[in-house]
Each structure stands twice: as C-alpha cells, then as structure tokens.
C-alpha cells in the first residue's frame, strides 16, 4: 500500500515536472543567428542580446575552462556577468592563467600544478582574453554577458540558437575572435524562431 502511495506520488511529480518544461517553451521563444562570413566558420563564436529587462543569477553549477594537453576546453566560454568560473588544471604540467591588457577585467591565477582548480567570479561586461604564460600557444576567450541568452555559434555553420527567450523586442549582436560585432533588432514571438543575419561583418585589426 505504501509502496503503491509513493509510486503514485512520484507520477504526480513527474507530470508537474514535464508540464513545468512544456510551459517555459511555450511562453517563449527562439533565437536563430548566423554570421554571415567565412572567417566565422574558423572558429566558434558567440552570439547573444545585448541587454534583456531583469537580474539574472549567475548559475550555481559553475562553468568551466578546462586545460588539457595544453588547450583551453572550449576556446570560447560565454557566461552571465556574477558567473564564478572554475578552471582546472587537468594536464600533466604546470600552467599559468592570465588576462592580459584589453580585457574587461586584468588577474593572474599563478602557475598552478596538475590537479588544482583555482576559480574567478566576473563581475564586468565583455570579452576577457585568457593566456598562459608558460605555453604562449594557448588562448581562450570567455564573453561575459549581461544575460543568460547567449548562444556558441558551430563552427560549420556560424550559427547559434538562443533558447527560451521571452517575448520582446531586442538587440542582438555576436562575439568572434575574428571579426567585428555588428547589431540587429529582432522581435521574439512565444513559441516561434525569429532569424536573425549578420552580413560581411569587418575583421578586426
Ligand atoms: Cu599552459
């Protein structure tokens, strides 16, 4: 009888559970953009709004920027703003993270052994480079956002799809190591994609 109770509890959750989902994809809609540029398919980017209405929390589960076999894991991390970011040293050597000059924020975590992870929570907007200043061959970006609708675009398609959008009017603009941003307005309807393209956009210098 109890068992039978508790089964029948766990279906009750489980229903809510999955009404909860439908209804978040139902009340909101997609974002589809690409970037129009061949330079955009030699490497990942990020395409994301500018600037939503609300606060956002950082999320508990920390992203991560991994390093193995001397490379960042990914190349390109976009994160909300308050994001506290870990950053394992996951190889059989030493490494160094840094940001240089330029970046939105300046640190150095030191040369840390195998094994360690150090983290760093990004309180400012932008892009910071990450460097290493034991192996100059790597590199890595992490894009602070303001919000959560951020998307890495593929690197066979330059395109990036932003999920569970609310309804609105918004700028959306793209981050790539090679090229400038460019800005478009998009209006999102609940349940739909609104496309969005970023034609030729210039390289960077
Ligand atoms: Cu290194």
């Keep these: 009888m109890c068992v039978r109770l508790l089964l029948a509890g766990l279906l009750v959750l489980s229903?809510?559970?999955?009404?909860?989902a439908q209804e978040a994809s139902?009340?909101?809609?997609?974002?589809?953009?690409?970037?129009k540029?061949?330079?955009a398919r030699r490497g990942e980017g990020v395409v994301?709004?500018?600037?939503?209405?609300?606060?956002?929390k950082p999320p508990e589960e920390h992203p991560v920027m991994d390093q193995q076999k001397l490379v960042f894991i990914p190349h390109v991390l976009p994160v909300v703003v308050g994001s506290t970011v870990d950053f394992p040293n996951n190889d059989v050597v030493r490494h160094n993270v840094f940001s240089p000059k330029k970046s939105a924020e300046q640190f150095?975590?030191?040369?840390?052994?195998?094994g360690v992870t150090k983290r760093r929570t990004?309180?400012?907007i932008g892009e910071i480079?990450?460097?290493?200043?034991?192996?100059?061959?790597m590199s890595a970006f992490i894009i602070v956002c303001q919000n959560p609708y951020f998307a890495v675009t593929d690197k066979k398609t330059a395109s990036g799809t932003i999920e569970n959008v609310p309804p609105?009017?918004?700028?959306?603009?793209?981050?790539?190591?090679?090229?400038?941003?460019?800005?478009?307005?998009?209006?999102?309807?609940?349940g739909e994609t609104a496309k969005v393209t970023f034609s030729r956009p210039s390289r960077k210098r």
């Design 15 to 20: 229903a809510c559970h999955l009404a909860v």
């Design 26 to 35: 139902e009340n909101t809609g997609t974002i589809q953009a690409t970037i």
């Design 37 to 39: 540029s061949p330079y």
């Design 48 to 56: 994301f709004i500018k600037e939503a209405k609300g606060e956002f």
């Design 108 to 114: 150095n975590l030191g040369t840390y052994a195998a």
């Design 122 to 124: 990004f309180n400012e």
């Design 129 to 137: 480079k990450l460097l290493c200043n034991v192996h100059a061959e």
């Design 168 to 190: 609105g009017d918004y700028e959306v603009t793209f981050w790539h190591e090679r090229l400038r941003g460019k800005t478009a307005k998009v209006t999102v309807k609940a």
